[in-house]
């Protein structure tokens, strides 16, 4: 009986030893084995980045088919702890033992950093060179310009980046359209997204991505961002919904560019609801007269100011009926967190910020200094162009 067992043990033992070898042996050939990249790919290993978590990515790319035989390889090559951060360009069919030695090396190559830039009234693209840490701006250029020169990067060596980055204060219209002539994206057809629901950022893209997908993931932030900003509001003011607060932001956000000056525009607005007074802006007439769909590119006319949408606030009390372009963050966080103040006015000061007054006598003085700049640099304009007229 003894004998028996101690025979089936050893088939037992035997049968473990050479599944163990072909477990080994298998894990070896994908270790070593050719990589299912079709073509040269691009890789950025960010500071902070463990073995692990490079697996986990590299699978989720498609550059290697199993994240634990490149974390055990790491292990048993003792490379596991020599990961470097930087950029790296990775060869087609690359094996997992070479991607390995390419990412612990520290030879990081150079990378190009291609962004479309969605402004308020264009588009363009800034070119940028980037190796390690540093990020030199090579040149901004128009969107043609910009398509050959991403296709003149791409067929070279190095790795090119593609990002778009959303102006604070456009508008969904602007975002969509811009996007859709972005070659390097797919389309699309559907309607424009919900006014104020984008979060103006700088989003990574892939060539040939949808733009279904990049205003998926701008509008799954601004959700986020909004959800987090009415989390952490004061209390008392006079927005009840997060719908009403992304409102007041997206005026906000038309009315000044400067991140410190917002908080103080918003406690202009919180006043001004709370004295029952209109808000009598022009960003918002304009919004009634184009939709969002471009822009007038001139003041308003008396005929507009007196013309009656429901987006003019000069007729009408209390907010619009909607957003009238998409705030970033710190127009969100304004409204819901606005200075204490007395101020109910505001106008430009000709450096790009604004002068606020408490009062309409203090405002009116306010204005006239403002008319003085806007006749002064009228007048340098012609003199600069050589279209001033003399008597």
């Known amino acids: 009986m003894a004998r028996h067992f101690a025979a089936n043990f050893v088939n037992l ?13 298998w894990a070896k ?10 073509r040269n790919t691009c ?10 978590q490079l697996a986990d990515r590299l699978v989720e790319k498609g550059v290697i088919s199993n994240a634990s035989v490149f974390r055990i390889g790491a292990q048993y090559s003792d490379l ?4 470097r951060f930087g950029i790296y360009e990775l060869p087609a069919q690359a094996s997992q033992e070479e991607i390995l030695r390419i990412v612990t090396g520290g030879h990081a190559g150079f990378t190009y950093v291609v962004t479309y830039r969605i402004g308020i009234r264009s588009a363009s693209f800034a070119v940028s ?3 390690g840490d540093d990020m030199e701006r090579l040149a901004v250029i128009g969107v043609e310009e910009g398509r050959n020169a991403v296709q003149a990067l791409t067929g070279g060596t190095g790795c090119v980046t593609l990002r778009v980055t959303v102006a604070e204060g456009a508008t969904s219209w602007q975002v969509q359209n811009a996007l859709n002539q972005a070659y390097f994206l797919v389309p699309t057809e559907e309607p424009v997204p919900a006014e104020g629901m984008l979060s103006p950022s700088t989003y990574d893209v892939s060539p040939g ?15 986020r961002i909004l959800a987090e900003e009415w989390a952490n509001r004061k209390e008392d003011l006079p927005v009840n919904s997060p719908e009403e607060a992304l409102i007041l932001a997206s005026i906000i956000e038309k009315e000044t560019g400067l991140a410190e000056e917002k908080p103080e525009v918003a406690a202009v607005f919180v006043n001004r609801l709370n004295k029952g007074m209109k808000l009598q802006m022009d960003s918002t007439v304009e919004y009634g007269l184009t939709s969002g769909q471009g822009f007038l590119g001139r003041g308003l006319r008396r005929s507009e100011l007196l013309k009656k ?4 606030t000069y007729l009408t009390a209390g907010l619009p009926p909607g957003p009238i372009s998409n ?13 204490t103040s007395n101020n109910l006015f505001f106008v430009a000061d000709g450096t790009g910020g604004h002068r606020f007054a408490e009062t309409l006598v203090q405002h009116n003085r306010n204005v006239a200094a403002w008319r003085k700049i806007e006749a002064e640099q009228k007048r340098n304009h012609q003199n600069s162009t050589g279209t001033a007229s003399f008597r």
């Open 43 to 52: 890789i950025e290993v960010p500071k902070g980045d463990t073995i692990g």
């Open 209 to 223: 991505e949808p733009v279904d997908a990049v205003i998926s993931r701008m509008l799954e932030s601004q959700k």
């Open 327 to 339: 705030p970033g963050r710190d127009a969100i966080r304004a409204v819901l967190n606005p200075n």
């Open 29 to 38: 050939t994908q270790f070593k084995g050719l990589g299912p990249l079709t």
């Open 13 to 25: 033992l035997i049968v473990l030893l050479v599944a163990a070898s072909g477990v080994v042996y």
């Open 80 to 83: 596991s702890s020599n990961l």
């Open 129 to 131: 060179e980037r190796t």
């Open 309 to 312: 949408t429901p987006y003019n």
